[in-house]
């Protein structure tokens, strides 16, 4: 398996696509998992943290009001 968990073999990959086409259920059951992973590891707090490394003084305030942003309108968005 690759780093993606994607098998390296192009056979492999073409047995797998396969499966998730004939497999409803584990479509929604990885999509589930793959959306919990991305709302446990990419919260607001760390993108805050990774901006916050390579940003001071009022350019930090701006990123940190950028972001805080954009997620509330995600929120909202993904509420209608």
Not at 44 to 54: V, Y
Request: overall charge positive.
């Amino acid at each position: 398996m690759g780093r993606a968990g994607l098998p390296k073999n192009p056979q492999a990959l073409v047995g797998a696509s396969q499966k998730l086409l004939d497999d409803p259920e584990l479509r929604r059951r990885m999509g589930q998992l793959g959306r919990e992973k991305a709302l446990r590891e990419f919260t607001l707090d760390r993108m805050l943290e990774g901006t916050e490394k390579g940003v001071s003084g009022s350019a930090k305030i701006c990123a940190q009001s950028l972001l805080r942003w954009h997620f509330c309108v995600t929120l909202i968005e993904e509420a209608t």
